[in-house]
């Protein structure tokens, strides 16, 4: 048990509060504002109040946690320990900036509800990310900073005991493009290959054809997937995107009786969730649709969504889903780099900063995209493994959750993923290597 004090409590205050000792900790705490039940108390004790009182840890409010509205805050990063730190405070021995306000900072993404410049496909990037300007996107900071916390309260208090938590991982195909060649339907199918012949791509209608009578198609890399995760007993999470076919939705017909029974076949043996497809961002009819669909083929309830693009509003995107029942979502990471966007390798629930309070929908973040390493980063296959490892190094140090993105197109070895088949089995070895 931690004992917290403060003058006054806040929906803001106690979100975080939970997720630091909650869901990080393992511990219980409880805040009080009563100061001389705080100050008999004997258990391990944090005073997040400028006041000065003996025998306890204290953190300096920056006023974040206090506050109801979203502000444009001038945030100054400077270092401490090896982490970077920002909301400085001055006047405790113990920590030289408000820890809980930094985390809140950066789990409730608070920077994203402010004014930004999309890209073109309307997504908030890394580059624009405190994180991403002050060179600390690829650290888990909160849990980091978490850690230290956790140390300090051991050390002053020596009956204080967290609860050690074990490293995790959880691994996530996304299904865009269920096959190369097949099913795609005779216009789609006759339109490539005229596409192909204009560019003198001889080799790609080669394989076409091949496909088409009989060979195996590049992308089904479904069987060697479930081989690899029975290997290491993994169950990983599919998600399948069901849109209708259009510039950025490009998987099968809905109608293809091969496409049902695949994620019928998949659904056998692994969980699997909906990939809201880029046209449902602009419909909650479409998206809901969607939903419908996918439940009906699967007879199951799908509580796990990941958008497709990574496209994500805050807080639109959210209460879309909430509205269906979705209880988890997959979506928070970016696109153009790999790292913590919302510096923690912690699952939390998603707090709306629009109504000021925490909903029932958990957010599990990503930290390494194939795509990601391959088409944005243009890393070499050695240099993208040597960057997984690292994360998944800092991962394993504050015993966090590792999620990976992974796609059934990425280890076909087929167009620009050639040559790239190892770089997901090379993960699993990093991952659970002794």
Not at 212 to 220: I, Q, R, S
Not at 416 to 430: H, Q
């Amino acid at each position: 048990m931690v004992l917290i004090y403060a003058q006054k409590t806040s929906s803001r205050l106690d979100y975080i509060l939970r997720f630091i000792f909650n869901d990080i900790q393992g511990v219980d705490y409880k805040l009080i504002t009563d100061k001389d039940e705080f100050a008999s108390s004997d258990l391990a004790k944090i005073n997040y109040s400028d006041e000065l009182i003996d025998g306890c840890i204290q953190i300096i409010p920056a006023g974040l946690l206090f506050e109801t509205s979203i502000l444009q805050k001038k945030i100054e990063v400077s270092s401490w320990e090896n982490n970077k730190i920002f909301f400085q405070t001055s006047g405790s021995p113990d920590l030289p900036f408000d820890l809980f306000a930094a985390a809140f900072y950066l789990v409730s993404r608070y920077e994203e509800y402010l004014p930004f410049s999309a890209d073109q496909h309307g997504r908030f990037e890394a580059n624009q990310s405190l994180a991403g300007k002050n060179g600390f996107l690829q650290d888990p900071v909160v849990d980091q900073w978490v850690c230290k916390l956790s140390g300090m309260l051991t050390e002053k208090f020596p009956g204080f005991k967290t609860c050690t938590r074990e490293f995790k991982y959880i691994s996530t195909i996304d299904i865009d493009n269920a096959y190369a060649y097949l099913y795609k339907g005779t216009v789609r199918t006759i339109g490539a290959a005229m596409r192909d012949l204009l560019k003198l791509d001889f080799d790609e209608n080669i394989k076409r054809f091949q496909a088409l009578t009989g060979e195996k198609d590049p992308f089904d890399t479904y069987g060697y997937l479930d081989a690899l995760h029975k290997q290491y007993n993994i169950n990983p999470l599919w998600f399948f995107l069901v849109g209708n076919y259009n510039t950025y939705d490009k998987n099968l017909p809905l109608d293809n009786e091969a496409f049902q029974e695949l994620i019928k076949e998949i659904c056998a043996i692994s969980e699997i969730g909906i990939h809201p497809s880029y046209e449902s961002n602009e419909s909650f009819d479409q998206l809901k649709k969607e939903f419908e669909y996918l439940s009906g083929i699967t007879c199951t309830s799908i509580t796990k969504s990941r958008q497709h693009f990574l496209k994500l509003l805050f807080t639109e995107t959210y209460q879309n889903l909430l509205k269906l029942g979705i209880k988890e979502d997959y979506t928070l990471g970016y696109a153009t780099d790999v790292g913590f966007r919302a510096g923690t390798c912690t699952p939390f629930l998603f707090y709306d900063l629009y109504n000021e309070k925490e909903t029932e929908l958990m957010i599990y973040p990503f930290y390494v995209m194939d795509t990601t390493l391959n088409q944005y980063l243009k890393l070499n296959i050695d240099e993208a493994i040597d960057l997984i490892g690292e994360i998944i190094n800092k991962v394993k140090k504050v015993k966090g959750t590792f999620i990976s993105l992974w796609h059934n197109e990425s280890l076909s070895d087929h167009g620009y993923w050639k040559g790239w088949e190892p770089v997901y089995k090379k993960m699993l070895e990093i991952i659970f290597e002794k």
